[in-house]
């Protein structure tokens, strides 16, 4: 289904409804993955909706600008609004929104690559050694993974001869992608911890040793609004092999389509908390390696793609 053939009123209420599903929705995921690593390790774990708590704690604390300077208090402020850009064009369960058509599967990377620079930029304007060790490793992990989600993204392209989102995200049944799309959904899957900051992957933050790393200066609303966009992000990388290799029921009904894509995303979620609570984090070189292999056999499904 494409833009055209929606009423112009319910395609930017679709706009509205994404915003409102992935809003609601991204901190519940996070306290799936909070609940499911604390039980593996034998502790209680906070309730389910402990990321909402977090954010409103944050809203109301005071924000202190240890810099002064304008980079310092855009950054949160243009990661949020980065991945509310992603979510707005989203053609979420085959259904585009009044922004869909205006964007094609170049913009959504370069959007959600905005998000990771705008986390670099307010690292180095803070300019604390334990922020800057921490966007170092975060643009090493942006250089490795990134072209990652360009190939998954591009196999959807090859597929389907466009680069409309409702095409490369929807427009092939899984059956269709062939052996290149088997080996895409491990690629997507065992990439996906890298995708959401998630331990192994957390080289960035490590609490242990960097304290937070890019976020170490950052509190009230500004971090809250970092919370939020690292979970949205986390949302949208779960969602997304849902989204391209598991067709829908083909129901006919918007909302029961968007209901199974949304508990197969929570079962991704519970995926991404077991293998938080039982892989210790990687070293970076660790990471690059692992990263290396990925890339490598993302980039042999592609060229199996050209030529099957």
């Not at 112009?8 to 809003?23: C, D, E, I, R």
């Not at 402990?50 to 704690?57: A, E, H, R």
């Not at 950052?218 to 989204?243: C, D, R, T, V």
């Amino acid at each position: 289904m494409t833009t055209a053939t929606l009423h112009p009123v319910w395609s930017y209420v679709q706009v509205l409804l994404n915003l409102l599903v992935f809003l609601a929705l991204a901190p519940l995921f996070d306290g799936i993955v909070r609940r499911v690593t604390a039980r593996v390790q034998s502790r209680q774990g906070p309730p389910l909706v402990q990321s909402f708590y977090d954010v409103l704690k944050l809203l109301g604390k005071e924000n202190i600008d240890s810099t002064g300077i304008l980079p310092f208090r855009l950054a949160p402020v243009i990661a949020f609004a980065s991945m509310l850009c992603v979510i707005a064009i989203l053609p979420l369960a085959g259904r585009a929104t009044a922004f869909t058509a205006y964007a094609d599967a170049i913009s959504l990377v370069y959007l959600l690559t905005l998000g990771g620079v705008a986390v670099l930029l307010g690292a180095f304007a803070s300019k604390n050694i334990y922020a800057l060790i921490g966007a170092s490793r975060e643009m090493t992990t942006m250089i490795m993974v990134e072209p990652i989600l360009f190939m998954i993204l591009l196999l959807g392209v090859l597929k389907t001869g466009s680069l409309d989102l409702s095409a490369v995200i929807y427009g092939t049944p899984m059956a269709a992608f062939g052996l290149p799309g088997m080996v895409m959904i491990a690629v997507s899957l065992f990439g996906l911890q890298a995708f959401v900051a998630r331990q192994p992957f957390d080289m960035a933050e490590a609490e242990q040793e960097l304290l937070g790393g890019p976020f170490i200066e950052y509190s009230g609303p500004n971090y809250a609004l970092f919370k939020y966009y690292m979970m949205l992000k986390q949302m949208f990388y779960a969602y997304l092999p849902i989204a391209m290799f598991v067709p829908l029921l083909g129901t006919g009904f918007y909302l029961a389509d968007l209901a199974l894509q949304l508990v197969l995303t929570a079962v991704v979620f519970l995926l991404i908390g077991l293998l938080s609570a039982t892989h210790p984090r990687y070293r970076i070189d660790q990471a690059i390696r692992y990263f290396g292999v990925l890339f490598l056999i993302a980039l042999a499904a592609i060229a199996a793609a050209v030529v099957l």
